[in-house]
């Protein structure tokens, strides 16, 4: 017993590391210096949060740590009208579907420009690298769904942005850093080349291809140019054009305020700053889910010990 004692007080007196007063100064400002810079980065959004359910005579005098007069009535107003409920489901197939297939094409392309007894490989990859810093413009654009018939299509929100030079150049780099020894080992047990891509080289890609899903589906959520040049049909309307028309809106109620022609119950509706705000949080809040379920994926080495000896 007396030897085990002395053994842990030895061990005990190892573990403990002296730090000298100059090093906990360090800490100290090293602490304050990153709680302050993550104050920064968090405190606009918290300032948004807190504003939208604030009243408008408290975002007129300001907010600054918890909502004001606490109320609903900026999102019960912004979801009276029209159909956000639909949108935000064609928002979210937009979404999905626009993702797959952006990741399933982009990853295939990528594999295939690996592929060196793939005929015109190089000019193939240039020419896609070349789309990156060549834009007809808008009326071109334009132009180019209406004749393919993309025009109040839901198609149009997913088949154009199924190609992206930036994440086939991302998962291509990505590819050629795999060991070729694990593709000449399925190969030697007879698998073909779809079965290598969708067994071997999907798996082994997982980070880039979540990195490239959260650009994609961020991309995806916050587009809304097709849908105001393309689509005229309410019933494919997504959640990004109505609130972009509910804050045009609000834009409207400040400038009848400020010119004084405005009625006495338009006088007790929400404020402008106060539907931006409601806006942002319903546009920001479904992404926010995305990103937490995603980044595992990040840092992840999956390669490391896949090949040995």
């Keep these: 017993m007396t030897y085990r004692k002395k053994t842990e007080s030895k061990k ?5 590391i002296r730090i000298s007063p100059q090093e906990k100064i360090l800490h100290a400002v090293n602490i304050a210096l990153l709680t302050s810079i993550m104050f920064v980065c968090v405190y606009p959004f918290w300032y948004v949060i807190i504003g939208s359910f604030s009243s408008a005579d408290a975002i007129s005098a300001g907010v600054f740590l918890w909502p004001v007069n606490f109320t609903v009535h900026t999102y019960q107003e912004i979801f009276k009208k029209g159909d956000i409920g639909h949108a935000f489901l064609i928002s979210v197939c937009r979404v999905v579907s626009g993702t797959v297939l952006c990741l399933f094409c982009c990853t295939f392309f990528a594999y295939l420009m690996t592929r060196r007894e793939m005929l015109g490989r190089k000019f193939v990859y240039r ?3 070349a789309t990156m810093y060549v834009n007809a413009g808008l009326i ?16 149009v929100y997913i088949l154009p942005g199924a190609m992206n030079a930036y994440f086939i150049i991302l998962i291509k780099t990505f590819i050629e850093q795999l060991p070729p020894s694990l593709e000449e080992s399925a190969a030697l047990d ?3 080349f779809f079965q290598v891509y969708r067994s071997i080289i999907l798996p082994l890609s997982k980070p880039v291809i979540a990195t490239c899903a959260v650009y994609i589906s961020v991309g995806q959520w916050n587009a809304w140019q097709d849908n105001y040049f393309l689509v005229t049909d309410t019933r494919l309307q997504t959640v990004q054009l109505i609130l ?6 609000a834009e409207q109620l400040a400038s009848s305020m400020r010119s004084g022609m405005v009625t006495e119950n338009a006088a007790n509706m929400i404020s402008p700053a106060g539907v931006r705000m409601a806006i942002t949080v319903i ?5 926010l889910c995305v990103y937490p379920s995603l980044q595992k994926y990040f840092a992840k080495g999956i390669m490391m010990g896949a090949v040995k000896g």
């Design 283 to 287: 546009t920001v809040f479904p992404i």
């Design 244 to 249: 972009y028309n509910y804050l045009h809106e």
């Design 12 to 16: 005990g007196r190892a573990n403990h």
């Design 140 to 155: 071109p654009w334009y132009l180019t769904m209406k004749m393919y018939g993309l025009r109040n299509n839901f198609l």
């Design 190 to 192: 007879g698998a073909g």
């Design 127 to 129: 020419f896609i690298i």
